[in-house]
């Protein structure tokens, strides 16, 4: 009888274990790969325009995290945005790229974010109108990607 009391407790602690591994995998508001908080951008301003001042041209982003679903709205859904690209139309200004080190943001909460766009030296000549393209990627706290576009129309000034 030990012998089968032991079995049968080696069984159980087995399936306990693969249990306790699997369940925190297992999350009815996490979808693996898609992140469960939607961005939405509420107003862009930017600053720098200017070809005379040395400063960069700048925009600060405005954002609403909203959740994807009514159940998504704990702190693991909440973002960190990463990096970010910008691209110009007509391509008259250098793509530009960065890193983002301030962009924590909580589940419906509205956050800001600043980013360089034209660095002080690569500033077109006064007059000259493009739209910047912003491509911004981040993650949420399960590790799930979250990206979203904005476009700024400038027109740079003497």
Same mark, same amino acid.
């Given at each position: 009888?030990?012998?089968?009391?032991?079995?049968?407790?080696?069984?159980?602690?087995?399936?306990?274990?693969?249990?306790?591994?699997?369940?925190?995998?297992?999350?009815?508001?996490?979808?693996?790969?898609? &992140?469960?908080?939607? %961005? $939405? *951008?509420?107003?862009?301003?930017?600053? @720098?325009?200017?070809?005379?001042?040395?400063? /960069?041209? +700048?925009?600060?982003?405005?954002?609403?995290?909203?959740?994807?679903?009514?159940?998504?709205?704990?702190?693991?859904?909440?973002?960190?945005?990463?990096?970010?690209?910008?691209?110009?139309?007509?391509?008259?200004?250098?793509?530009?790229?960065?890193?983002?080190?301030?962009?924590?943001?909580?589940?419906?909460?509205?956050? &800001?974010?600043?980013? %360089? $766009? *034209?660095?002080?030296?690569?500033?077109? @000549?006064?007059?000259?109108?493009?739209?910047? /393209?912003? +491509?911004?990627?981040?993650?949420?706290?399960?590790?799930?990607?979250?990206?979203?576009?904005?476009?700024?129309?400038?027109?740079?000034?003497?």
């Amino acid at each position: 009888m030990s012998r089968e009391f032991a079995v049968n407790r080696l069984a159980g602690l087995a399936a306990l274990a693969l249990m306790l591994a699997v369940t925190p995998a297992c999350n009815k508001t996490d979808k693996p790969g898609q &992140a469960e908080a939607v %961005v $939405l *951008v509420t107003s862009i301003t930017t600053v @720098g325009l200017s070809v005379s001042a040395a400063v /960069s041209t +700048d925009a600060t982003l405005v954002y609403t995290l909203n959740p994807r679903s009514d159940l998504a709205t704990t702190f693991f859904h909440s973002v960190t945005l990463t990096s970010y690209s910008v691209t110009f139309s007509p391509p008259v200004v250098a793509p530009m790229s960065g890193a983002i080190s301030t962009g924590y943001c909580d589940m419906g909460a509205s956050c &800001a974010v600043t980013l %360089v $766009l *034209v660095p002080a030296g690569s500033k077109p @000549g006064a007059g000259t109108t493009v739209i910047a /393209s912003i +491509d911004v990627e981040g993650k949420d706290v399960n590790d799930n990607p979250v990206n979203f576009e904005a476009q700024v129309p400038m027109t740079f000034l003497p």
